[in-house]
């Protein structure tokens, strides 16, 4: 069994955690955000973590309808509540980022709450039964036209 130079020890090196931890508070806390609008168009709701997509080019879709354009600001929504979401299982405690998770993640909810109020049901969650068949069959779906 090789010891090596001091034994059978594991020698870590001292590093002060409240400083470190202080430190990791402030870069956290310097977070800066996209706008949901500009997060469906990039990809990406952090603005330090963006990277181009290099010669590839975006779509954007221009919805002409009122329904599609009801959907596009629900896409919007969800996608800067779920990076959020996933931001917030690493950092738990960023108390500003909760806040604005919180906030859009409610928009969303309103949004398709009124889309399934004016258009029919959105979510298979919201489905309810109905003369025998569940409203989410009975209305047509989005992709139908």
Excluded at 79 to 108: G, M, V, W
């Amino acid at each position: 069994m090789n010891q090596g130079l001091y034994g059978p020890f594991m020698f870590v090196p001292y590093y002060d955690e409240g400083t470190q931890e202080q430190e990791k508070e402030e870069e956290r806390e310097g977070v800066e955000l996209y706008s949901p609008e500009e997060n469906m168009f990039k990809g990406n709701i952090f603005k330090n973590e963006y990277i181009p997509f290099g010669k590839h080019l975006i779509f954007v879709a221009n919805p002409k309808k009122e329904s599609e354009k009801l959907l596009k600001k629900i896409q919007e929504y969800s996608l800067a509540a779920h990076d959020l979401r996933l931001y917030l299982d690493i950092f738990p405690c960023n108390k500003k980022i909760f806040d604005k998770y919180s906030s859009y993640a409610s928009k969303a909810n309103e949004l398709i709450a009124e889309y399934e109020r004016n258009y029919g049901v959105l979510l298979s969650t919201s489905a309810k039964w109905e003369n025998n068949k569940t409203s989410y069959n009975v209305t047509p779906s989005v992709w139908v036209k």
